[in-house]
Structure formats: C-alpha cells, structure tokens
C-alpha cells in the first residue's frame, strides 16, 4: 500500500499545476514568462517560467498553456526578459527550442548547423528564441 500512496503522488505531482521540467516543445506560442534570479544570501537557484501552448503545423497554438521550468543563465534570462517586456506592450510571440550556437561555416546535407561551445555549461539547455507573430492574411474583399 505503501508503494502505491508513493507512485501515485509522484504521477499526481505532475498535473497539480506546477511547472514541468520535461523539454520545451520544439515549437511554442509564449503566453507569460516569470524570471527567478538566484540570491546568493539564500543559495537559491534561479529559474526561468514559461508559460506556453504548442503550436500545430500552421503555427496556431492548440490545448491548454503548461507551464516549464528551466534552469536559470545569463543567456536565457536575456531573451525571456526581451519577451516579456514584448508581451507587456500587447505582441503575439512564437518560440523554437535552440542547442547550441549557430556555426555559419558548417554546411551539407548531413552537417550540424549547432555546435556547442567548448567549455560553456550545459546548465539551462536547451535555449529558446522568440519571433513575434506576424498579423493573419485576410481574404480579400469582395464587392456586393
């Protein structure tokens, strides 16, 4: 019985409301984002949340937002804090999950265009990057 109370509460814990810490879908539309920056006082760690709903194949977001959880850099914090204000003034944002820099000189069919720094911390990978929501076409209008 006592098996079962615990695997039940750890399967529970995941639809309680709290953030997930499973990988950012490949392709999001970003609804909010809270930045924890760590207190070295505290020896918290920092964090990054992100509010989102994935998006189909016409990039139009579908199913309730989930809320994620990622380790807290300089990087990210940068491009969540761009978001965020960007959201504040009213702007739709798309997101793409990131690994790595994008290396220009790096071509084929079978190259990786991401290669990941030498020495850089993989703490808080995979990153994200945010492009705003461009207006939808309107079918043009006819004359009654």
Do not use: C
């Not at 999001?28 to 920092?46: A, M």
């Not at 709903?53 to 807290?72: A, D, F, H, I």
Request: negative net charge; aromatic residues 12%.
């Amino acid at each position: 019985m006592s098996a079962f109370y615990f695997a039940s509460w750890n399967s529970y814990i995941n639809i309680l409301g709290w953030p997930s810490t499973e990988d950012l879908p490949d392709k999001f539309r970003i609804s909010w984002v809270v930045i924890q920056e760590p207190s070295k006082g505290d020896r918290k760690e920092g964090g990054l949340y992100l509010w989102v709903r994935k998006l189909n194949e016409v990039n139009t977001p579908y199913g309730m937002p989930r809320s994620y959880k990622l380790n807290w850099n300089e990087e990210n914090h940068k491009v969540a804090q761009s978001a965020l204000h960007k959201l504040k003034e009213g702007e739709q944002l798309n997101g793409t999950k990131t690994y790595g820099v994008l290396d220009k000189e790096n071509e084929g069919d079978k190259a990786n265009q991401y290669k990941s720094e030498e020495g850089a911390l993989e703490e808080g990978r995979p990153s994200f990057e945010f492009v705003e929501v461009p207006p939808p076409d309107l079918p043009a209008k006819k004359k009654i």
